[in-house]
């Protein structure tokens, strides 16, 4: 392939995944944006106490990878 093959490819599929994205986004003319909140907001359950040890047990995980890694990068 040609130098000028490439680069139309290339932009050609970046075009093609740009429409694509846009695509992803469109809505019906109806719609209102808060309806989507909304519907998020309702059906949302409400925050417990399963909620507090789950970010407990996340906050631990994280403490000990980011030691870790402390670890590693003093040792570089």
Same mark, same amino acid.
């Given at each position: 392939?040609?130098?000028?093959d490439i680069l139309k490819r290339i932009e050609e599929d970046r075009e093609r995944h740009k429409r694509h994205?846009?695509?992803? +986004?469109?809505?019906?003319a109806g719609e209102l944006p808060e309806?989507? %909140?909304? %519907?998020? +907001?309702?059906?949302?359950?409400?925050?417990n106490d399963a909620d507090w040890q789950d970010i407990a047990v996340e906050n631990e995980e994280y403490q000990q990878e980011r030691h870790l890694a402390d670890i590693v990068k003093r040792s570089i």
């Amino acid at each position: 392939m040609r130098h000028e093959d490439i680069l139309k490819r290339i932009e050609e599929d970046r075009e093609r995944h740009k429409r694509h994205k846009e695509d992803v +986004w469109i809505r019906p003319a109806g719609e209102l944006p808060e309806n989507e %909140l909304e %519907l998020y +907001w309702e059906t949302a359950s409400d925050f417990n106490d399963a909620d507090w040890q789950d970010i407990a047990v996340e906050n631990e995980e994280y403490q000990q990878e980011r030691h870790l890694a402390d670890i590693v990068k003093r040792s570089i």
